[in-house]
């Protein structure tokens, strides 16, 4: 059985054939990354068959904010900006998303395994704390967009106002579903990881709103980012 993993080397695919492992199979995910196709497509190359079970993935999880799912453009990633690198093109999926009424589904950055620099260049195998990017840091970020937006004369398709939702550990007993503005999202706390993060789209059914409405922050909660 190989497990769910989205680094899954050649190597290991030719030992699971090695070990004569009848099928392959991609345990906990739904189909939906070129990752997972990935991981097929090499298995049928190698003449190892494979069966998927399927299982809940974040993809679908998020409708339990109430937003419907048919109604997600494009998912996007937010990685942790560097004082050196700090992307914003995936905004452009998110204004097209915007454009069409459609949500967008944000997956926050995960550093697991990762070296310093300095210890990537001794070679040391030493590695830094894991960190997962919140729900707060993905918003800031966000607004850092907006006002750069802002600066270059662009009209921003997300403003501090945009509705948003924020979710923790979605299918865990203590998970935490937070409606509010991307400025408020700043500053709610949802607790520990994992974290994903709402752009709803601006045209909402009647039932989405009522939905949200049941996880709405507080209006006097504070907005400082
Ligand atoms: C590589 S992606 C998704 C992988 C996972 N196999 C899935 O489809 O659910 C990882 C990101 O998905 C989001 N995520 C995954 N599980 C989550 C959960 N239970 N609650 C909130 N966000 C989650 C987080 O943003 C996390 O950084």
């Given at each position: 059985m190989i497990k769910d993993t989205e680094e899954q080397p050649d190597e290991e695919v030719h030992e699971?054939?090695?070990?004569?492992?009848?099928?392959?199979?991609?345990?906990?995910?739904?189909?939906?990354?070129?990752?997972?196709?990935?991981l097929i497509l090499r298995a049928t190359k190698l003449g190892i068959s494979y069966r998927v079970i399927h299982n809940a993935s974040i993809m679908n999880a998020v409708g339990c904010c109430g937003l419907q799912l048919y109604k997600f453009g494009e998912t996007v990633s937010i990685v942790f900006w560097t004082d050196t690198w700090r992307p914003e093109s995936f905004f452009d999926k998110v204004k097209k998303n915007r454009e069409n009424g459609m949500h967008t589904l944000c997956l926050l950055d995960i550093k697991v395994k990762e070296q310093s620099l300095e210890n990537l260049i001794k070679g040391r195998k030493i590695y830094e704390p894991p960190r997962y990017m919140s729900v707060n840091q993905a918003a800031q970020q966000l607004l850092e967009i907006v006002q750069n937006q802002r600066i270059r004369g662009e009209e921003p398709a997300v403003t501090e106002k945009t509705l948003c939702v924020g979710l923790a550990r979605v299918g865990a007993e203590d998970q935490k579903?937070?409606?509010?503005?991307?400025?408020?999202?700043c500053a709610v706390?949802?607790?520990?990881?994992?974290?994903?993060?709402?752009?709803?789209?601006?045209?909402?059914?009647?039932?989405?709103?009522?939905?949200?409405?049941?996880?709405?922050?507080?209006?006097?909660?504070?907005?400082s980012c």
């Open positions: 699971e054939r090695s070990r004569r492992v009848p099928s392959v199979g991609a345990s906990v995910l739904e189909l939906k990354a070129t990752t997972h196709s990935d579903v937070a409606a509010g503005t991307l400025q408020q999202m706390d949802l607790g520990g990881p994992l974290h994903s993060l709402i752009i709803t789209g601006d045209s909402m059914h009647p039932l989405e709103m009522e939905m949200l409405s049941l996880f709405s922050i507080p209006e006097n909660s504070s907005e």
